[in-house]
């Protein structure tokens, strides 16, 4: 088992930037590969980001200003956030030991509890 804790997330206005960290407790960290969702009131969990210490993915809607970064040291995977806009509020989750596709939530065994995120205009 692997338990997964995110912090960083707040109110924060567009332009702003945050940086979101999940740690990690359990089995080894650095085995797992680990990704980064969100999901905004009423909508799905979508895929923002992921990072399999040899490929990193992200989203459409947030290339060129989030970075996915981990240290295995800290057992810690970060989700740094430049350049935020409204459309990035949600509550985002870290997530490890995808089976499948980086993608889909359902690929992932170990889900965190979120951090909510709020960016105003």
């Known amino acids: 088992q692997v338990q997964l804790v995110e912090s960083g997330g707040g109110l924060v206005q567009a332009g702003d930037s945050l940086r979101l960290s999940c740690v990690a407790s359990?089995?080894?960290?650095?085995?797992?590969?680990v990704g980064w969702f969100r999901q905004a009131p009423g909508k799905e969990r979508d895929f923002v980001a992921a990072?399999?210490?040899?490929?990193?993915v992200y989203a459409d809607s947030v290339q060129d200003r989030f970075t996915i970064s981990r240290d295995n040291s800290k057992n810690t995977v970060y989700l740094q956030m430049n350049s935020l806009k409204p459309e990035d509020t949600a509550v985002y989750y870290c997530?490890?030991?995808?089976?499948?596709?980086?993608?889909?939530?359902?690929?992932?065994?170990?889900w965190g509890q979120g951090t909510q995120v709020t960016v105003s205009s």
């Open positions: 990072e399999s210490g040899r490929t990193t």
């Open positions: 359990g089995r080894p960290f650095s085995r797992y590969a």
């Open positions: 997530a490890a030991n995808p089976s499948g596709s980086y993608h889909y939530p359902e690929s992932y065994n170990y």
